[in-house]
Protein backbone atom coordinates (compact mmCIF):
# COMPACT_ATOMS: atom_id res chain seq x y z
CA UNK A 1 0.00 0.00 0.00
CA UNK A 2 1.23 3.78 -0.81
CA UNK A 3 0.83 5.95 2.51
CA UNK A 4 1.68 9.41 3.74
CA UNK A 5 3.91 10.97 6.45
CA UNK A 6 5.30 14.00 7.02
CA UNK A 7 6.73 16.18 10.13
CA UNK A 8 4.95 19.08 8.66
CA UNK A 9 1.58 17.08 9.78
CA UNK A 10 2.99 17.47 13.39
CA UNK A 11 2.13 20.85 13.69
CA UNK A 12 -1.56 20.21 12.79
CA UNK A 13 -5.00 19.04 15.38
CA UNK A 14 -4.76 15.31 14.77
CA UNK A 15 -8.05 14.84 14.20
CA UNK A 16 -8.67 17.69 11.40
CA UNK A 17 -5.41 15.59 9.99
CA UNK A 18 -6.56 12.00 9.85
CA UNK A 19 -9.95 13.80 8.25
CA UNK A 20 -7.50 15.72 5.41
CA UNK A 21 -5.37 12.59 4.95
CA UNK A 22 -8.48 9.92 4.75
CA UNK A 23 -9.36 11.29 1.75
CA UNK A 24 -6.14 10.84 -0.09
CA UNK A 25 -4.68 8.01 1.27
CA UNK A 26 -5.43 4.57 2.63
CA UNK A 27 -2.24 4.54 5.15
CA UNK A 28 -1.05 7.69 7.11
CA UNK A 29 2.36 6.54 9.26
CA UNK A 30 2.40 8.80 12.14
CA UNK A 31 5.18 10.90 13.31
CA UNK A 32 4.81 10.77 17.19
CA UNK A 33 6.47 14.44 18.04
CA UNK A 34 4.89 17.74 18.48
CA UNK A 35 1.27 17.84 18.13
CA UNK A 36 0.78 14.24 17.16
CA UNK A 37 2.81 12.87 20.14
CA UNK A 38 1.36 10.17 21.04
CA UNK A 39 1.50 9.97 24.63
CA UNK A 40 -0.69 13.13 24.44
CA UNK A 41 -3.09 12.03 21.56
CA UNK A 42 -3.70 8.32 21.57
CA UNK A 43 -7.15 8.66 22.94
CA UNK A 44 -8.16 10.81 20.62
CA UNK A 45 -6.73 8.89 18.31
CA UNK A 46 -8.80 6.10 19.66
CA UNK A 47 -11.43 8.08 19.55
CA UNK A 48 -11.84 9.59 16.04
CA UNK A 49 -9.80 6.14 14.06
CA UNK A 50 -12.79 3.92 13.70
CA UNK A 51 -14.25 6.71 11.33
CA UNK A 52 -12.30 5.89 8.95
CA UNK A 53 -11.17 3.27 6.47
CA UNK A 54 -7.33 4.39 7.51
CA UNK A 55 -4.30 1.56 8.45
CA UNK A 56 -1.46 3.16 10.72
CA UNK A 57 1.85 2.55 11.25
CA UNK A 58 4.15 4.74 13.80
CA UNK A 59 7.20 6.57 13.35
CA UNK A 60 8.19 6.78 16.70
CA UNK A 61 9.72 10.60 18.42
CA UNK A 62 12.58 12.21 16.77
CA UNK A 63 13.06 15.81 18.55
CA UNK A 64 15.57 15.31 21.46
CA UNK A 65 15.15 11.49 20.95
CA UNK A 66 18.89 9.71 20.88
CA UNK A 67 19.26 5.93 21.35
CA UNK A 68 23.25 6.89 20.59
CA UNK A 69 23.07 8.86 23.85
CA UNK A 70 27.04 8.77 25.48
CA UNK A 71 24.80 10.22 28.62
CA UNK A 72 23.01 6.68 29.93
CA UNK A 73 20.03 8.42 31.40
CA UNK A 74 19.51 9.90 28.31
CA UNK A 75 20.08 6.67 26.20
CA UNK A 76 17.92 4.93 28.18
CA UNK A 77 14.61 7.84 28.21
CA UNK A 78 14.98 7.79 24.08
CA UNK A 79 14.38 3.96 24.19
CA UNK A 80 12.00 4.82 26.22
CA UNK A 81 10.05 6.73 23.74
CA UNK A 82 10.26 4.37 21.29
CA UNK A 83 9.18 1.68 23.42
CA UNK A 84 6.30 4.01 24.38
CA UNK A 85 5.55 4.27 20.35
CA UNK A 86 5.36 0.40 20.21
CA UNK A 87 2.80 0.28 23.07
CA UNK A 88 0.43 2.80 21.30
CA UNK A 89 1.22 1.52 18.20
CA UNK A 90 -0.27 -1.57 19.65
CA UNK A 91 -3.60 0.45 21.00
CA UNK A 92 -4.54 1.66 17.20
CA UNK A 93 -3.65 -1.66 15.33
CA UNK A 94 -0.49 -0.44 13.71
CA UNK A 95 1.72 -3.02 12.97
CA UNK A 96 5.31 -1.52 12.06
CA UNK A 97 6.83 1.38 14.31
CA UNK A 98 10.19 3.09 12.84
CA UNK A 99 12.68 4.78 14.77
CA UNK A 100 16.16 6.41 13.63
CA UNK A 101 19.75 4.88 14.97
CA UNK A 102 20.84 7.61 16.76
CA UNK A 103 23.64 10.04 16.67
CA UNK A 104 27.42 10.45 17.44
CA UNK A 105 28.04 13.53 19.90
CA UNK A 106 28.10 16.99 18.57
CA UNK A 107 30.63 18.53 20.39
CA UNK A 108 33.23 16.07 20.84
CA UNK A 109 35.23 14.46 18.01
CA UNK A 110 36.40 10.84 17.58
CA UNK A 111 33.32 9.02 19.33
CA UNK A 112 31.79 7.80 16.84
CA UNK A 113 32.57 4.17 17.90
CA UNK A 114 31.41 4.33 21.19
CA UNK A 115 28.14 6.11 19.93
CA UNK A 116 27.26 3.17 17.51
CA UNK A 117 27.76 0.90 20.74
CA UNK A 118 25.50 2.40 22.66
CA UNK A 119 22.96 2.48 19.57
CA UNK A 120 23.34 -1.13 19.45
CA UNK A 121 22.72 -1.73 23.42
CA UNK A 122 19.64 0.42 22.50
CA UNK A 123 18.52 -1.87 19.18
CA UNK A 124 19.15 -4.96 21.15
CA UNK A 125 16.34 -4.01 23.82
CA UNK A 126 14.10 -2.71 21.17
CA UNK A 127 14.68 -6.25 19.27
CA UNK A 128 13.71 -7.96 22.07
CA UNK A 129 10.12 -5.94 23.04
CA UNK A 130 9.13 -5.78 19.31
CA UNK A 131 8.91 -9.98 19.36
CA UNK A 132 7.18 -9.56 23.05
CA UNK A 133 4.91 -6.58 21.87
CA UNK A 134 4.25 -8.64 18.24
CA UNK A 135 5.06 -5.45 16.65
CA UNK A 136 7.81 -5.08 13.25
CA UNK A 137 10.65 -2.64 14.74
CA UNK A 138 12.44 -0.77 11.76
CA UNK A 139 15.62 1.27 12.19
CA UNK A 140 15.84 3.41 9.35
CA UNK A 141 18.97 4.49 7.44
CA UNK A 142 19.86 8.62 7.46
CA UNK A 143 21.31 11.00 4.97
CA UNK A 144 24.56 12.38 4.86
CA UNK A 145 24.30 14.90 7.55
CA UNK A 146 27.63 14.90 9.55
CA UNK A 147 26.89 13.28 12.83
CA UNK A 148 23.86 10.65 11.85
CA UNK A 149 25.00 7.36 12.93
CA UNK A 150 23.47 4.60 9.62
CA UNK A 151 24.73 6.76 6.60
CA UNK A 152 25.99 3.56 4.68
CA UNK A 153 24.47 0.03 4.17
CA UNK A 154 27.86 -1.80 6.28
CA UNK A 155 26.83 0.71 9.25
CA UNK A 156 23.22 -0.44 9.30
CA UNK A 157 24.51 -4.48 9.06
CA UNK A 158 26.87 -3.60 11.92
CA UNK A 159 23.72 -1.74 13.95
CA UNK A 160 21.58 -4.79 13.65
CA UNK A 161 23.78 -7.83 12.87
CA UNK A 162 23.42 -10.34 15.77
CA UNK A 163 19.73 -9.49 15.92
CA UNK A 164 15.91 -10.00 13.95
CA UNK A 165 15.97 -6.23 14.02
CA UNK A 166 13.94 -5.01 10.28
CA UNK A 167 15.13 -2.29 8.43
CA UNK A 168 13.01 0.98 7.24
CA UNK A 169 14.71 1.27 3.59
CA UNK A 170 15.02 5.28 3.16
CA UNK A 171 15.45 5.87 -0.59
CA UNK A 172 15.58 9.17 -0.76
CA UNK A 173 18.20 9.62 2.27
CA UNK A 174 20.03 6.27 0.40
CA UNK A 175 20.71 8.75 -2.37
CA UNK A 176 22.09 11.48 -0.02
CA UNK A 177 24.87 8.48 0.44
CA UNK A 178 25.49 6.92 -3.23
CA UNK A 179 24.06 3.69 -1.11
CA UNK A 180 20.73 2.68 -3.00
CA UNK A 181 21.81 -0.81 -4.55
CA UNK A 182 24.15 -1.57 -1.26
CA UNK A 183 21.41 -1.15 0.78
CA UNK A 184 19.07 -3.30 -1.30
CA UNK A 185 22.00 -5.86 -1.64
CA UNK A 186 22.95 -5.73 1.86
CA UNK A 187 20.10 -5.46 3.70
CA UNK A 188 17.04 -6.40 1.35
CA UNK A 189 16.12 -9.68 3.20
CA UNK A 190 15.23 -6.92 6.11
CA UNK A 191 13.68 -4.43 4.91
CA UNK A 192 10.12 -3.91 6.38
CA UNK A 193 9.12 -0.44 5.79
CA UNK A 194 10.04 2.10 2.38
CA UNK A 195 10.32 5.83 2.73
CA UNK A 196 9.98 7.16 -0.12
CA UNK A 197 11.13 10.98 -1.68
CA UNK A 198 13.20 12.40 -4.03
CA UNK A 199 15.73 14.83 -3.87
CA UNK A 200 19.11 15.96 -5.95
CA UNK A 201 21.53 13.78 -4.20
CA UNK A 202 22.82 16.98 -1.96
CA UNK A 203 20.51 17.30 0.40
CA UNK A 204 17.31 15.49 2.29
CA UNK A 205 14.87 17.76 0.44
CA UNK A 206 11.95 15.55 0.20
CA UNK A 207 10.82 16.27 -2.91
CA UNK A 208 8.25 15.39 -5.09
CA UNK A 209 8.94 11.86 -6.74
CA UNK A 210 10.33 13.11 -10.21
CA UNK A 211 11.34 16.65 -9.29
CA UNK A 212 14.52 15.26 -8.50
CA UNK A 213 17.84 12.92 -9.58
CA UNK A 214 16.85 9.67 -8.06
CA UNK A 215 16.45 6.64 -10.72
CA UNK A 216 13.83 5.06 -9.14
CA UNK A 217 12.51 2.21 -11.81
CA UNK A 218 15.70 0.57 -11.18
CA UNK A 219 15.78 0.68 -7.27
CA UNK A 220 11.89 -0.55 -7.18
CA UNK A 221 12.76 -3.35 -10.12
CA UNK A 222 15.19 -4.42 -7.19
CA UNK A 223 12.63 -4.35 -4.67
CA UNK A 224 10.14 -6.29 -6.61
CA UNK A 225 9.14 -9.06 -4.01
CA UNK A 226 9.28 -6.54 -1.23
CA UNK A 227 5.55 -6.76 -0.30
CA UNK A 228 4.69 -3.91 2.53
CA UNK A 229 4.02 0.11 2.81
CA UNK A 230 5.70 2.69 0.57
CA UNK A 231 5.66 5.83 2.63
CA UNK A 232 5.54 9.27 0.75
CA UNK A 233 7.65 11.64 3.45
CA UNK A 234 6.44 14.81 2.36
CA UNK A 235 6.71 18.53 2.43
CA UNK A 236 2.80 18.51 2.24
CA UNK A 237 -0.30 16.47 1.19
CA UNK A 238 -0.27 18.28 -1.80
CA UNK A 239 2.99 16.84 -2.45
CA UNK A 240 2.38 13.38 -1.47
CA UNK A 241 -1.05 13.37 -3.98
CA UNK A 242 1.63 14.06 -6.61
CA UNK A 243 3.97 11.44 -5.85
CA UNK A 244 1.12 9.22 -4.83
CA UNK A 245 0.25 9.30 -8.32
CA UNK A 246 3.70 9.29 -10.52
CA UNK A 247 4.67 6.10 -7.84
CA UNK A 248 1.77 3.86 -8.96
CA UNK A 249 3.01 4.86 -12.46
CA UNK A 250 6.19 3.05 -11.69
CA UNK A 251 4.76 0.12 -9.65
CA UNK A 252 2.68 -1.33 -12.37
Known amino acids: MIGVSS ?3 C ?6 CIAKIS ?6 EIVSDGEHHLPLVIRRLEAVAPSYDLKFSIHAPISD ?3 ASLTERMREAAVMETIAAMEHAIQINAKVVTFHPGYESMVIPGLKSRSAEKAK ?11 EFGITACVENMPSFR ?3 GKTAKEMFDLVDGTDMKICFDIGHANTTSQIDEMI ?8 NIHIH ?3 GDNDDHMTIGDGNINFPPALKKLSNYKGNYIIESRSLGSAVTSRDRLRTMLL
Open 7 to 9: TTF
Open 11 to 16: AEVVEE
Open 23 to 28: KEFGHW
Open 65 to 67: VNI
Open 121 to 131: RSIRTIDRLMT
Open 147 to 149: FML
Open 185 to 192: DLLGDRIR
Open 198 to 200: DNN
